[in-house]
């Protein structure tokens, strides 16, 4: 059985940082994609940031230069590098994995397993 479990995240002023982390188990992550997704109260669901096993990687405009996905395949882990915080990054956030890699894209629909989403408050 999939589990995507995160961790970290929380409150920070503008302009801070946070970082994310998600523990996966019951498979292997180097057969898989995984990526960070948030949504905010009334939008949405968004793709943030894409990785594949070999290291390949997509980010979403809002935040290039700004956040930073990485994985430990070792240890099934994923982080999200979170620098340069704005109010409009507060959302749940969620951890996905995905595994046909046809479909490897920031589209919520390419992704078959999910976190249960944590929340990170950005403040002005």
């Known amino acids: 059985q999939v589990r995507l479990v995160e961790s970290g995240g929380g409150s920070v002023q503008t302009g801070g940082s946070l970082r994310r982390s998600c523990a996966a188990s019951g498979f292997t992550s180097n057969m898989y994609y995984m990526a960070w997704f948030r949504q905010a109260p009334g939008k949405e669901r968004e793709g943030v940031a894409s990785i594949k096993a070999e290291g390949s990687t997509l980010s979403a405009t809002s935040v290039k230069g700004r956040f930073t996905i990485s994985q430990d395949n070792s240890k099934n882990t994923l982080d999200l590098q979170m620098n340069s915080l704005k109010p409009e990054d507060t959302a749940m956030y969620y951890c996905?994995?995905?595994?046909?890699?046809?479909?490897?894209?920031?589209?919520?629909?390419?992704?078959?397993?999910w976190g249960q989403g944590t929340q990170v408050t950005v403040s002005s």
């Open positions: 996905a994995a995905g595994s046909d890699l046809r479909w490897w894209s920031l589209l919520p629909t390419a992704y078959e397993y």
